[in-house]
């Protein structure tokens, strides 16, 4: 089955952050939390509405997937959730659609010696 990742361009900024999340390892929403404020230096914060949100609208477009968690306790209780394939390659779009559009920023700036 062929994909338009394009479709789900430009990602919201939250979308986004939760995204490149999850990209390194599952997560629990608290733990998506912390590594956005982490990723942007803590210029960006996004709270439970905002998060769990997001994350209902990323599942029903399959670029997220709830996990099973293994553990025990007050662990067990968590959802856990991870990048799906989808959502995998709708990132990758995004950050060349990015990466593009940062080109041009510095080509139209006068920027020398980019790095990209």
């Known amino acids: 089955m062929k994909h338009d ?19 390194a390892e599952e997560r629990h ?3 998506i939390m912390q590594d ?18 997001n994350l209902q609208k990323l599942m029903k477009e399959r670029l997220v997937e ?13 959802r856990y959730y991870r990048l799906s394939k989808l959502g995998r390659r709708v990132l990758s ?5 990015l990466e593009q559009a940062i080109r041009e920023a510095k080509l139209h700036l006068g920027f020398q010696g980019s790095s990209t």
């Open 5 to 23: 990742f394009e479709r789900f361009s430009p990602l919201s900024p939250a979308a986004l952050h939760i995204l490149l999340s999850l990209a």
């Open 29 to 31: 929403g608290y733990g």
């Open 36 to 53: 956005i404020a982490r990723q942007s230096s803590g210029r960006y914060k996004l709270g439970p509405g905002t998060l769990y949100d």
């Open 66 to 78: 709830e996990t099973e968690n293994s553990s025990t306790g007050a662990e067990s209780r968590r």
């Open 93 to 97: 779009t995004e950050i060349a659609r």
